[in-house]
């Protein structure tokens, strides 16, 4: 079983950046494939990144690619979400969440979940 805990969220201004964390707790963070979701008020929970469990591979939802990078540290169990040139639509509650199997845009298939962390961006 794995913990997972996110920061770094806030409110910045349209264009701006902010960069998510997520510590995991627990064990063999390395043997999760990890994933960043979001969850704007009145949608669905929609993904947004996906990184394997070694780091070497990663899938972008169309609406973040070349805005959004995730990345993981294996060393310090933590996987980040580097967000750039941020809109207003980026406004949403980010979840960051573990799987045993290969990289899944589908929340049901992620195994444990943070608590989410606030990210708002003012047009």
């Known amino acids: 079983q794995v913990q997972l805990v996110e920061s770094g969220g806030g409110l910045v201004r349209a264009g701006g950046s902010l960069r998510l964390s997520c510590a995991a707790s627990?064990?063999?963070?390395?043997?999760?494939?990890m994933g960043w979701f979001r969850q704007a008020p009145g949608k669905e929970r929609e993904f947004v990144a996906a990184?394997?469990?070694?780091?070497?591979?990663?899938d972008y939802a169309d609406s973040v690619k070349g805005r959004f990078t995730i990345s993981r540290d294996n060393a310090k169990n933590t996987v980040y979400l580097q967000m750039n040139s941020l809109k207003p639509e980026d406004t949403a509650v980010y979840y960051c969440?573990?799987?045993?199997?290969?990289?899944?845009?589908?929340?049901?298939?992620?195994?444990?979940w943070g608590q989410g962390t606030q990210v708002t961006v003012s047009s």
């Open positions: 990184i394997s469990r070694g780091g070497g591979t990663a």
């Open positions: 627990g064990r063999a963070f390395s043997s999760y494939t």
């Open positions: 969440a573990a799987d045993h199997g290969w990289i899944n845009v589908a929340p049901r298939a992620y195994d444990y």
